[in-house]
């Protein structure tokens, strides 16, 4: 999983309580208001899209080693269910040990692409996944490289707003847009 450090952290990463959940609520609500926004930075600069709550630790995000504080398990969960409250992460395991986290909610993904395949004049054609996120066309997109599991659930959108027909053939994945 890479991580990036790189990252410009808020002024409350280098505040020891900020990696622990606060019990004031005015505080608490703060607080994750503050991580929710951090996550989503953070993933978003990375590029990742995907968190196991085994390795969380690991990452910068969670674990700053020079005031050495991290956020144990439980307080990450907290974090994660809030941004799951937005819609900006989802649960891939029923245990909630692995999550989707989604810098744009699926609907704003949809409205992204779908908004590059008008202006590209590209409706009526037809992408593979592979030419939507890592074609010549798209280096400059945010959408570049997105997780094809992620994909498909934003052209589920697209198909449900009747603006594209996913085509799922044996290893061949591919999209119509309207």
């Not at 692409?113 to 010549?136: C, K, M, P, Q, W």
Request: glycine share 4%; hydrophobic share 35%; with cysteine.
């Amino acid at each position: 999983m890479p991580d990036n450090t790189a990252m410009e952290w808020p002024w409350q990463y280098q505040f020891p309580p900020f990696f622990t959940l606060q019990p004031h609520t005015e505080t608490r609500t703060r607080q994750l208001s503050t991580w929710h926004n951090l996550v989503l930075d953070y993933f978003r600069t990375t590029r990742q899209y995907k968190l196991d709550l085994g390795e969380a630790q690991r990452l910068a995000l969670f674990n700053n080693t020079e005031i050495n504080r991290k956020c144990d398990r439980e307080f990450i969960l907290i974090i994660l269910e809030e941004l799951e409250k937005t819609k900006n992460s989802a649960p891939l395991d029923k245990t909630r040990n692995r999550w989707e986290i989604y810098w744009h909610t699926l609907q704003e993904w949809a409205d992204i692409i779908y908004s590059y395949i008008v202006n590209r004049g590209a409706t009526g054609s037809v992408l593979t996944f592979y030419e939507l996120t890592h074609g010549d066309d798209v280096t400059e997109e945010e959408f570049k490289g997105m997780d094809d599991n992620i994909l498909l659930k934003v052209l589920r959108v697209l198909e449900e707003q009747r603006k594209c027909t996913v085509m799922l053939y044996d290893d061949q994945q591919g999209v119509k847009f309207f």
